[in-house]
C-alpha cells in the first residue's frame, strides 16, 4: 500500500497517512495532518496514485520501473498543487488581513478623540501590538500612533478653521489630555501653533472678501 509519511514540527511524531485518507481533508488539527484537494486537483492526482497501485499489483518485470515514472509524476502533480494552494492561502490570507485593517482604521477614525492607545486597537481586531503596527504600516504608510495623532490634528484644523471655540477645548475634544501637548504636536505636524493657525486662516478669508 502507497503511504505518505507527516512529521509534525511540534511534537517530532510522524503521521502514517493512507492513500484514501491523503486524498480527504479533515479542518481539525488534532485529527492529523491532512492535504486539502480540490476537485480538479484530485481528478489529476487520484488517478494517478491509482496507476500506482495497479503496476504494484501486477509484480511485471518493469512495474518497478513503472511505478518510478509513475511516482515522479505524483509528485511534479503534488509540488504544483501545493505550490498553488500556498498562494491562494497567501492571497486570501491577505485579503483577509486587509480588511481587518480596514476596521481598525475606520475604529481610529470613530474614536480618535478618546484615550486611544495602539494596544486598544489591536485588541479591538483581535492582533497583536507588533504585528498589528507593522501590518497597519505596510497598508496605510504610516503607523498606527502616527495615524491617530493625524486624525486628530486634521480635525482640530477643521475646528479651529469654523469654530469660535476655546483652543483648551478643541485640544480635549480631540483626544489630547493637555494643551501643552496638543500645542507641540500640531506646531510640529502644521508648522504654527494653533492660535498662529487660527489667525492666518482669518487673515486669508479676510483678503478673500477684499479681493
Request: proline letters at 1%; aromatic letters at 12%.
Amino acid at each position: 500500500m502507497l503511504r505518505f509519511r507527516f512529521k509534525s514540527k511540534k511534537n517530532e511524531d510522524v503521521n502514517h497517512i493512507s492513500l484514501s485518507d491523503f486524498i480527504e481533508y479533515i479542518e481539525d488539527d488534532n485529527t492529523g495532518a491532512f492535504l486539502y484537494l480540490k476537485l480538479g486537483k484530485k481528478n489529476d492526482i487520484v488517478p494517478v496514485m491509482n496507476k500506482i497501485l495497479r503496476e504494484q499489483m501486477k509484480y511485471q518485470i518493469w512495474g518497478d520501473f513503472l511505478s518510478c515514472l509513475l511516482i515522479m509524476e505524483l509528485f511534479v502533480l503534488l509540488s504544483r498543487t501545493l505550490k498553488q494552494e500556498w498562494e491562494q492561502t497567501a492571497k486570501n490570507r491577505n485579503l483577509k488581513l486587509s480588511e481587518i485593517l480596514n476596521i481598525a482604521k475606520t475604529y481610529i477614525d470613530n474614536n480618535y478623540q478618546k484615550e486611544l492607545t495602539l494596544s486598544q486597537v489591536a485588541k479591538y481586531i483581535y492582533l497583536s501590538d507588533s504585528y498589528f503596527a507593522h501590518s497597519f504600516k505596510n497598508k496605510f504608510g504610516i503607523s498606527p500612533k502616527s495615524y491617530i495623532l493625524k486624525v486628530r490634528i486634521e480635525t482640530a484644523k477643521e475646528l479651529l478653521e469654523n469654530t469660535d471655540n476655546k483652543i483648551s477645548d478643541i485640544a480635549l475634544s480631540v483626544g489630547f489630555s493637555s494643551q501643552q501637548r496638543f500645542n507641540d504636536i500640531f506646531k510640529k505636524q502644521v508648522g504654527v501653533t494653533p492660535l498662529k493657525h487660527r489667525q492666518n486662516t482669518k487673515l486669508l478669508r479676510m483678503n478673500k472678501e477684499t479681493y
